[in-house]
């Protein structure tokens, strides 16, 4: 593992370099570094956009989910990903689309004769 002080150069380094909302990719495949703009008095900051990816390496969906750099607001997310009442309603979410799901004819396959 990296020393804290030099990954903490990085990012500051990244803040200066980086313009509003421009991200940039990590080594962790699905976590990205994302620079917020300031707005009020909340001044410009990292945060991270988490966007897991398929087997192929390709991100499931267009846009992740931010979550600031703040240990309490991560936890909370990490507790209810891991809740088993979310896990049951996320697979019982999945068998009704699976069954709603209307079936496509087969299409005749194209022998392309040489």
């Known amino acids: 593992m990296e020393d804290n002080s030099n990954i903490k150069e990085k990012l500051k380094s990244l803040l200066v370099q980086l313009q509003d909302w421009e991200k ?12 917020i703009p300031a707005k009020n008095e909340i001044p410009e900051r990292l945060g991270i956009e988490i966007n897991p990816v398929d087997n192929s390496g390709r991100l499931i969906k267009k846009t992740g989910h931010i979550v600031l750099t703040n240990e309490e607001l991560f936890t909370k ?38």
Do not use: C, W
């Open 77 to 114: 997310y990490a507790e209810l990903f891991d809740h088993p009442k979310v896990l049951e309603l996320m697979q019982e979410i999945e068998l009704l689309r699976n069954e709603m799901q209307v079936p496509t004819p087969d299409k005749p396959s194209i022998i392309f004769e040489i």
């Open 24 to 35: 940039t990719s990590t080594n962790v495949p699905g976590v990205k570094i994302i620079k």
